[in-house]
């Protein structure tokens, strides 16, 4: 098979970078620390279209930053998730929708999609400012007393590549850990109606038996996981600490969560039978409404309802606080942005934006206002292109395709594929979709694409524009197609109010050097000191209002 299967292999006429039989390119394609060099180098060596070794020379995959040829693979029912990735997936979290293919999925985006309308964020919106607020006090009180808040656990911080003169902050907080806590307390009341109460205290039970999964998660699935995927015996005979935490906590979660949903839906069909109006506005019960609604046949069970909530929490909190937790990151280091977005945020109506007010006060009318402001739309559209907490993705071929080009590929034997025709890609077939590399193309995005600019947003190129650029919001970082993130409106929406309620109130500047990694999603870390994991240490001060 190593042999004989690459020489009948199409993607071996097309240009690539070599390697001896048994090197991969994983680390060339998917580490972020050097991810942004390798796909401009290989690029402008093959074109936008060429292949790289998997697992050897002997496993032929299929990488592109052309356009004709991702729209082809996310649109098209030909391509899949590998199995492995969903089984990984159904494995933590159930059968979610991220887990799900075909027919199946289908059915499931379309019983979703009552509780990510326009509509149904609105109803949220008080949860985001409630929880935003929250956020603030906490973050008051480490700033009225200026301290080092970083655990004394930690080595001292290596020095930042930038530190303002004079500085106005002394409190170090870790971003990511805070805004993490609060996320997760959105997606437990957005989602279920449930108080994690992570901001106060970090002991729910519910709550440690996710985030102990969610650990488990980050790390990966290492070699005795790929193992464990082909021969899923080896978890039932020899459970490892992994397998054991992950039992349990999903032990935890499934017994609350089967109470959950018993009282949501015996609430709910009460509602019904009495005629009157379901006022429950969270994910879990507009799902409920939705499944009741379906045809039996179609209707998810109890145990897949959860999955979807589960689903949605990994991905909906951590996605999303990293979303913000980038955000402050890139404006401790440009003051000047920092500045005008609180000069924005600061313009906004005080009838409007103020929600200790007695009376006229709309949560879902501030939300509007702030939704509305264009530079810190830019400012959130910037970070999510410079930072996708996705950082790549990957389809299998289950049967051979032609795969229309959009830009010329110069096979090994001279041919020339022109622009409209097609490259052959057989089942099996392996086509990974760089997320971050399509983020950071200068044919996109123009010289400076890999530098912070939300100035950008207010007069994109042509090609970061519809129809040229297909993802939404003129980004790849939510992807686009049958597969799109169904929740990418709930994300921006809730990063913007977060940092409309806390911009104005506070200073922040770095206080390390901070480097990426990836584990399932991209995660920061402090220079030279990985072992530490997941952090983002900053520098916060009160801003005098």
């Not at 109606?193 to 998660?217: G, K, P, W």
Request: aromatic share 10%.
């Amino acid at each position: 098979m190593m042999v004989v299967a690459p020489m009948f292999d199409p993607l071996k006429m097309i240009h690539g970078p070599d390697g001896s039989p048994l090197q991969n390119h994983f680390r060339e394609v998917m580490d972020p620390t050097v991810s942004p060099n390798t796909h401009e180098k290989w690029v402008k060596s093959f074109g936008k279209t060429f292949k790289f070794h998997g697992f050897g020379r002997h496993d032929f995959r299929l990488l592109s930053v052309d356009f004709c040829v991702i729209s082809h693979i996310l649109n098209s029912p030909i391509y899949e998730k590998p199995w492995q990735t969903r089984t990984l997936l159904t494995n933590l979290f159930g059968r979610g929708i991220f887990a799900m293919e075909g027919a199946e999925h289908k059915a499931l985006r379309k019983l979703i999609a009552p509780a990510f309308s326009t509509q149904s964020i609105k109803a949220m919106t008080p949860i985001f400012f409630q929880k935003a607020e929250e956020l603030r006090d906490k973050w008051e009180s480490f700033a009225s007393s200026p301290r080092l808040v970083e655990d004394a656990k930690f080595p001292p911080l290596p020095a930042p590549p930038y530190s303002p003169s004079p500085s106005f902050a002394e409190a170090v907080i870790d971003v990511v850990h805070w805004f993490s806590l609060a996320t997760f307390d959105v997606m437990g009341l957005a989602g279920f109606d449930y108080h994690f109460h992570a901001l106060q205290c970090e002991s729910e039970e519910v709550y440690l038996a996710y985030r102990n999964m969610f650990r488990i998660a980050d790390k990966g699935p290492k070699l005795r996981g790929l193992v464990q995927l082909y021969f899923p015996i080896i978890e039932k005979i020899f459970p490892n600490e992994a397998t054991r935490i992950t039992n349990e906590s999903q032990h935890v979660i499934s017994e609350a969560g089967r109470r959950l949903i018993q009282s949501k839906k015996s609430a709910i069909l009460a509602e019904k039978a009495s005629a009157s109006e379901i006022t429950e506005k969270d994910i879990l019960s507009l799902l409920i409404k939705s499944n009741l609604s379906a045809d039996v046949s179609g209707r998810l069970s109890d145990a897949d309802l959860l999955s979807q909530l589960s689903t949605f929490l990994f991905a909906g909190s951590d996605s999303t606080s990293l979303t913000m937790t980038w955000c402050i990151h890139l404006l401790s280091l440009h003051p000047d942005v920092q500045g005008r977005l609180r000069t924005e945020l600061n313009s906004l109506s005080p009838c409007v934006s103020n929600s200790s007010s007695t009376s006229g006060y709309s949560a879902p009318a501030h939300a509007e206002a702030i939704d509305g402001l264009p530079f810190l739309d830019a400012v959130v559209r910037e970070t999510l292109r410079l930072c996708p907490p996705v950082h790549g993705t990957m389809r299998v071929a289950t049967r051979d395709d032609n795969i229309p080009i959009s830009s010329p590929i110069v096979l090994r034997n001279g041919t020339i594929i022109h622009p409209g025709e097609t490259i052959h890609l057989r089942k099996g077939s392996y086509v990974h979709i760089p997320i971050e590399a399509l983020n950071f193309s200068t044919d996109i995005w123009g010289e400076d694409a890999r530098v912070f600019n939300p100035d950008r947003w207010s007069s994109l190129p042509h090609t970061a524009r519809a129809p040229s650029h297909p993802g939404i919001a003129n980004l790849m970082t939510f992807s686009f197609g049958p597969h799109a993130c169904p929740g990418w409106k709930f994300s921006m929406l809730q990063t913007k109010i977060f940092l409309a309620t806390l911009i104005p109130h506070f200073i922040f500047e770095p206080a390390a050097d901070i480097q990426k990694f990836n584990a399932i999603l991209t995660r920061p870390y402090v220079y030279d000191q990985f072992e530490f994991g997941t952090r983002l240490p900053v520098k916060i001060g009160r801003v005098d209002l």
